[in-house]
T-cell receptor
Framework: NAGVTQTPKFRILKIGQSMTLQCTQD?????MYWYRQDPGMGLKLIYYSVGAGITDKGEVPNGYNVSRSTTEDFPLRLELAAPSQTSVYFC???????????FGSGTRLTVV | KNEVEQSPQNLTAQEGEFITINCSYS?????LHWLQQHPGGGIVSLFM???GKKKHGRLIATINIQEKHSSLHITASHPRDSAVYIC??????????FGTGTRLTIIP
């Protein structure tokens, strides 16, 4: 099992560009999450999904969009990148609200 | 406000020492997670607990619901234990709230 796979690992974007961070899991988990981690701060939830076709906003959703067309995939879309979106992004999945999480290896994004 | 506080922020210890990392939270919770973030950035889930104590190898996690406090202990610490340890709490049916982490460095 690959677990949770995130691509790319690193990316530099120019202000105003767009990109999609990919996240795939092969554990048949219903719950999937996107977090961002800024230096000295705890992880902040951007968006989450409790199953295919269902998504909802987390704490910091502005500037991002998600979709969940399949159980396996949960891509995060950045439209009109801004320097404030420079961060490390983690995707995670789990069986449910009171189960452990499996994290992807992260995507380090820099917006210049 | 639902808050999670970890202490210490940084901890340096000699190999073999017994390590304790603390997590306090503001109100009642439904679950508490301990995570490990390696120097390379990857995050691994260590424990999820809602009461009592759990043990895995040299790692022990405890939680005191009445005192709103959890501890992560590492016995016979080793340089490979060097990492950031993160406490995350689920308040009721809310999503996880994460602490800022404790950076542990074990010196050979």
């Amino acid at each position: 099992n690959a677990g949770v796979t995130q691509t790319p690992k690193f990316r530099i974007l120019k202000i105003g560009q767009s990109m999609t961070l990919q996240c795939t899991q092969d554990m048949n988990h219903n719950y999937m999450y996107w977090y961002r981690q800024d230096p000295g701060m705890g992880l902040k939830l951007i968006y989450y999904s409790v199953g295919a076709g269902i998504t909802d906003k987390g704490e910091v959703p502005n500037g991002y969009n998600v979709s969940r067309s399949t159980t396996e995939d949960f891509p995060l879309r950045l439209e009109l990148a801004a320097p404030s979106q420079t961060s490390v992004y983690f995707c995670a999945s789990g069986r449910g609200a009171n189960y452990g999480y499996t994290f992807g290896s992260g995507t380090r994004l820099t917006v210049v | 406000k639902n808050e999670v506080e970890q202490s210490p922020q940084n901890l340096t210890a000699q190999e073999g020492e017994f390590i304790t990392i603390n997590c306090s939270y503001s109100v009642g919770i439904s679950a508490l997670h301990w995570l490990q973030q390696h120097p390379g950035g990857g995050i691994v889930s260590l424990f999820m607990l809602s009461s009592g104590k759990k043990k895995h190898g040299r790692l022990i996690a405890t939680i005191n619901i009445q005192e709103k406090h959890s501890s992560l202990h590492i016995t016979a610490s080793h340089p490979r234990d060097s990492a950031v340890y993160i406490c995350a709490v689920r308040f009721g049916n809310e999503k996880l709230t994460f602490g800022t982490g404790t950076r542990l460095t074990i010196i050979p």
